[in-house]
């Protein structure tokens, strides 16, 4: 009994520590002393480095630009314009990365939404291209193998559209709302199955509800379903995949004759649905939700007015149980939009716009871990022996590998070693030290089709990107 408590009392300490912690001390991203900062948006590379981009309206200059940083913990790269046509107007970006390492961004320009990469190969940025016309708001997620896919709304006639890029080329631009009904508000996620998630608000005259449908890169767009008929009507709706490849929606709900509303998610698990509240009635705009490398929920939404807010709150589910919603520091000066986005890692990145006493709007950033690029082992080696000699035959599998030099070893804690059978999820083997590179594990059966990987830890506890054995 006296064992029991104390590996019970462990347990608690170990789960205080995680479903304890809070976001860090934001940073001031933008640094613009005269300009304005806006609609600041943040995706996590493959290998845990930021990358984040914004809207820069300027004060003493005709015409916005869209800017873009990145960041691995240590040093800022950037700012670099991705717009290249002087004095004029852009707004609203939105960012996503590829595990291929591509970064692409959309952004909103005199009625047309533009659409830009950057190759990992040439290390180049592509020059602005017009994907949509009378676009706004527009959106950007793409799948493990590069392909980009976008959807954006009219406000000239209220319909939602997507259009893809597959295979370097794009496709023609497809209408995802249904004729005679009003849409707008769009939003659009990639899981690590391939499936494209993508979700708008629909209505006839009644109140609006979070349509949804999912497609990969060898398929059509499915047929349209409405997500749920729980509450009175739907504004602001994010979405994101999960681990388990399961998409969550994050949304306000609003009060019947009321500009007020609730916060809410919605699990897209194609039975039920069901749905959550995460904060009660109140005055808030955009919900923006990222799903954790565990599953959890991690929600941000502006309080107030949605052009003049007066803060950014933040609430996790981290433990199984709604956490305390917390206000971020230097958010209460008219933020709009946030962006969030967690890693594979485990660590979750927000960011925001505001401006503090006395200053112009800027870009602010908060990462519930520091930020820290690992980069996986090298010289991986997979040596397959059976020994035929036992009723049930066993095979050995023999792992070797290198740390790899890239990484500032102070900062790695050791390695994690993962299963995956016949495509299914990855599944932990076994954690080993820094100073361990090698292992050896004994398979029983001949029926199953084993794939092995292994990551790098932080000494943070959270995890860089997988490295396969036996791929070169």
Request: hydrophobic share 35%.
């Amino acid at each position: 009994m006296k064992r029991f408590f104390s590996l019970l009392f462990f347990i608690i300490l170990l789960c205080g520590v995680h479903f304890g912690q809070t976001m860090s001390t934001p940073i001031n991203v933008s640094n613009s002393p005269t300009d304005s900062s806006e609609w600041g948006q943040v995706a996590f590379g493959s290998d845990g480095k930021i990358h984040i981009v914004w809207e820069e309206d300027y004060k003493y200059a005709p015409g916005s630009d869209i800017f873009y940083m990145s960041y691995d913990g240590q040093d800022w790269n950037g700012p670099v314009n991705l717009k290249k046509s002087k004095h004029l107007e852009a707004n609203r970006p939105d960012i996503c990365t590829s595990k291929t390492g591509g970064v692409f961004v959309v952004w909103s320009q005199e009625n047309w939404f533009y659409f830009v990469e950057y190759n990992p190969q040439t290390k180049k940025w592509s020059s602005p291209f017009k994907v949509g016309r009378e676009a706004h708001a527009a959106r950007v997620a793409a799948d493990d193998d590069g392909n980009a896919y976008t959807i954006w709304y009219t406000r000239r006639d209220n319909k939602s559209y997507s259009r893809s890029k597959i295979n370097n080329r794009w496709e023609d631009q497809v209408r995802l709302s249904a004729s005679g009904r009003r849409s707008e508000h769009v939003a659009i996620a990639a899981g690590d199955d391939g499936r494209i998630w993508a979700i708008w608000l629909e209505k006839v005259q009644g109140p609006y509800r979070v349509y949804y449908n999912t497609r990969k890169k060898n398929t059509q767009w499915s047929t349209r379903k409405v997500m749920t008929t729980r509450g009175h009507s739907a504004f602001h709706p994010d979405i994101d995949v999960g681990p388990d490849n399961v998409p969550v929606v994050a949304f306000i709900n609003e009060t019947a004759g009321s500009p007020t509303g609730e916060v809410w998610v919605c699990t897209i698990n194609e039975a039920n649905n069901p749905t959550q509240k995460v904060a009660g009635d109140s005055l808030q705009h955009h919900a923006k939700i990222a799903v954790d490398s565990e599953g959890y929920l991690h929600v941000a939404w502006q309080i107030g007015p949605g052009s003049s807010g007066r803060g950014v709150r933040y609430r996790n589910n981290v433990g199984g149980e709604w956490n305390q919603t917390r206000v971020m520091p230097y958010s209460r000066g008219d933020p709009k939009k946030p962006g969030i986005a967690a890693d594979e890692g485990g660590n979750v990145v927000l960011c925001w716009s505001s401006s503090v006493t006395g200053s112009n709007k800027e870009i602010w950033m908060s990462s519930l871990y520091p930020i820290l690029v690992l980069h996986p082992p090298i010289n991986l080696n997979m040596n397959i022996s059976i020994n035929s000699l036992k009723e049930t035959p066993q095979i050995i599998y023999d792992l070797s590998w290198e740390p790899n030099p890239e990484n500032e070893q102070s900062r790695v804690k050791g390695y994690n070693l993962y299963k995956k059978e016949n495509g299914g999820p990855w599944e932990l083997l076994l954690s080993l030290n820094k100073n361990t590179f090698s292992a050896s594990f004994t398979f029983t059966g001949s029926e199953q089709r084993i794939t092995l990987g292994i990551r790098p830890v932080s000494t943070h506890d959270t995890e860089g990107p997988i490295a396969i054995f036996g791929i070169d």
